[in-house]
């Protein structure tokens, strides 16, 4: 069993900078995260995520941490941590899981967004309430993420400028059809089917799916 994930990022049609930025983990344990940031991605979003790869690196290089990786705590210390680590630098939503066997567990800040597009081929949004305080606040709080993922099923993590112009039939159509090609694809799609809307601000989206060897 492997972990399949890949992302694709656009910014903001007329602007020179991204504010949008994400990362993925191909290791003993993937993972996956975004930050949609405000204001130029180096002084956000792009920081918020080098913390957390070298959070989560030193946790799961430890082998006895890592059924820390399952609990909410460890995900709460890391969102405070992100929290402070900006306090200098403009605010930014984040959205990370990590795919343990089967199962995947993570939290976000903000409006960032997770859905899953089942085998069946539906599609729901698994993340609840949007959270008032982003990193950067000095308040943001983490709201956990638990989902058990089944072979075909499809993770996405969306930005605001990639799930606010899609309805969830739009989604569960641009990762459905692009799957009948490639799953490196879906991404991609997801933006595309997000732009034809017209980008009106940048837009993030990571794929992730668990497959059979």
Known sequence: MRVACYGATRKQDG??????????????????????GAGKADRSAKKALGLFQRMFTKASLAQQKWPGLFQDDTWAGWIQLLDA??????????????????????????????????AEGGCRLITGAESKFLLGSGLAVATPIH????????????????????????????????????????????LDAAGRMGCADDMTAIALRIVEK
């Open 85 to 118: 680590h900006l306090l200098d630098c403009p605010e930014s939503t984040f959205i990370g899981v990590a795919a343990i066997g089967h199962f995947i567990v993570g939290a976000y800040v903000g409006d960032s967004r997770a859905y899953l597009v089942d």
């Open 15 to 36: 602007k020179s900078a991204n504010e949008d930025a994400f990362l993925i983990g191909r290791g003993t344990i993937p993972f996956a995260a975004l930050c949609d």
């Open 147 to 190: 989902e058990t993922l089944k072979t075909r099923d499809v993770l996405l993590l969306l930005s605001d400028g990639a799930w606010t112009p899609l309805s969830l039939y739009l989604i569960q159509r641009a990762v459905v059809g692009s799957m009948m090609k490639d799953f490196s694809d879906v991404p991609r799609a997801v």
